[in-house]
Each structure stands twice: as C-alpha cells, then as structure tokens.
C-alpha cells in the first residue's frame, strides 16, 4: 500500500509541475469544433454514440 501511495505522490507532483509549465508556456483558446479537428474526431461519430 505504501508504494501505491508513494505513486500517487509522485502522479501529484508531476501534474503540478506540468500545470506550472502550460501556465508558463501558455495557452490557446479553440472552439469544440478546433479541438475535434485537431485530436481527428469526426463530430457526427461523437453525436451518433
């Protein structure tokens, strides 16, 4: 149990780090329709399930 938490202290650290390197490198606003087009997902497959 005590390597399971250690795990998620690690998990912890590391998306704060992360979030302090987006913060830092900053950020772009899209619209829903950008972001399906940019991770390759057709919206009428999203809607249909």
């Known amino acids: 149990m005590a390597d399971y938490e250690r795990l998620h202290e690690h998990a912890d650290l590391l998306d704060a780090?992360?979030?302090?390197?987006?913060?830092?490198?900053?950020?772009?606003?899209?619209?829903?329709?950008?972001?399906?087009?940019?991770?390759?997902?057709?919206?009428?497959s999203v809607l249909a399930s």
């Open 17 to 44: 780090l992360r979030l302090r390197r987006m913060r830092e490198d900053g950020y772009e606003v899209m619209s829903m329709s950008e972001m399906l087009d940019a991770l390759g997902v057709d919206p009428a």
